[in-house]
T-cell receptor, first 112, second 107 residues
């Protein structure tokens, strides 16, 4: 594909529901990042993968958040028992070696 | 602790006027800084990075370690420059973003 692809683009969840957000990085990009962007704020780091290894998950806000990238390509961010404060745009980015990232369009999660 | 501050939420200028979007950072080591831009209904994209010392779409940014700043400048703003601009600092592949400045270039 031409760029980072995220699905779904929009997700509405009832409080307490589990959600799964998908990211397809640019082919060949070894690094993959997840960010959370609240309304009116800049993106905030959640976690970082190099191939299938999750090298940094210090930004995950709670143990309800879980990310995986089992084959070093597609990644899934899972949020269990969603809360209203989880409402945000979740951005995925990937990069090869120059550390500047290409971003996806994001998934807008609304928790009611 | 690492932090990126963009003090202006909104900056309005007329077409042809100079523009400067401010970015200040706090970082103990040698920072790696970037500017990202998000045009209306488009995804976030890299504008420029301080390492390459490049000029993209007429924009430049100089790292000033003494003032811990990385302000984005353009001598003559164009209407198509209207967008959200984010300053970002890379710390071992963890990017810290500022809260963004919305640039509005009026005709």
């Amino acid at each position: 594909g031409a760029g980072v692809s995220q699905s779904p683009r929009y997700k509405v969840a009832k409080r307490g529901q589990d959600v799964a957000l998908r990211c397809d990085p640019i082919s060949g990009h070894v690094s993959l990042f997840w960010y959370q962007q609240a309304l009116g704020q800049g993106p905030e780091f959640l976690t970082y993968f190099q191939n299938e290894a999750q090298l940094d998950k210090s930004g995950l806000p709670s143990d309800r958040f879980f990310a995986e990238r089992p084959e070093g390509s597609v990644s899934t961010l899972k949020i269990q028992r969603t809360q209203q404060e989880d409402s945000a745009v979740y951005l995925c980015a990937s990069s090869f070696s120059d550390r500047a990232s290409s971003f996806g369009a994001g998934t807008r999660l609304s928790v009611l | 602790a690492q932090r990126v501050t963009q003090p202006e939420k909104l900056l309005s200028v007329f077409k042809g006027a100079p523009v400067e979007l401010k970015c200040n950072y706090s970082y103990s080591g040698s920072p790696e800084l970037f500017w990202y831009v998000q045009y209306s209904r488009q995804r976030l994209q890299l504008l420029l990075r301080h390492i390459s010392r490049e000029s993209i779409k007429g924009f430049t940014a100089d790292l000033n370690k003494g003032e811990t700043s990385f302000h984005l400048k353009k001598p003559f703003a164009q209407e198509e420059d209207s967008a959200m601009y984010y300053c970002a600092l890379n710390n071992f592949n963890k990017f810290y973003f500022g809260s963004g400045t919305k640039l509005n270039v009026k005709p």
